[in-house]
Nanobody, 123 residues
Framework: QVQLIESGGGLVPPGGSLRVSCTWS????????IGWFRQAPGKERNFVAN????????YYADSVKDRFAISRDNSKNTVYLQMNNLNAEDTAVYYC????????????????WGQGTQVTVSS
């Protein structure tokens, strides 16, 4: 059973930084792209970032490009999302998932969603 677990969320002031993590126990997940999505209260879940299996290719939503960085350490079965210069619009539950089809921006391309981790940007 593939299970992804997010961690590292919390409360951060505007302009601050936070790193969230996505870990898994099933070794085969290291062969797949992993994506991060986020869902703000009352809004749909949106694409944030994606990384290929080796870490050599990354993709970002325009809203986070140049502020967020996705990386992975397959020896630790972990993908990271480093978030810098956070603002109130970044407040959301952040989810990771395994990409099983080719459209990395589409929620429907992913499976094995984690339970999410809350990120709140507020002073």
């Amino acid at each position: 059973q593939v299970q992804l677990i997010e961690s590292g969320g919390g409360l951060v002031p505007p302009g601050g930084s936070l790193r969230v993590s996505c870990t898994w126990s099933e070794r085969t997940v290291t062969m797949y792209n992993i994506g991060w999505f986020r869902q703000a209260p009352g809004k749909e879940r949106n694409f944030v970032a994606n990384i290929n299996w080796s870490g050599s290719s990354t993709y970002y939503a325009d809203s986070v490009k140049d502020r967020f960085a996705i990386s992975r350490d397959n020896s630790k079965n972990t993908v990271y999302l480093q978030m810098n210069n956070l603002n109130a619009e970044d407040t959301a539950v952040y989810y990771c998932a395994v990409m099983i089809t080719s459209d990395y921006r589409s929620e429907s391309s992913y499976d094995y969603w984690g339970q999410g981790t809350q990120v709140t940007v507020s002073s």
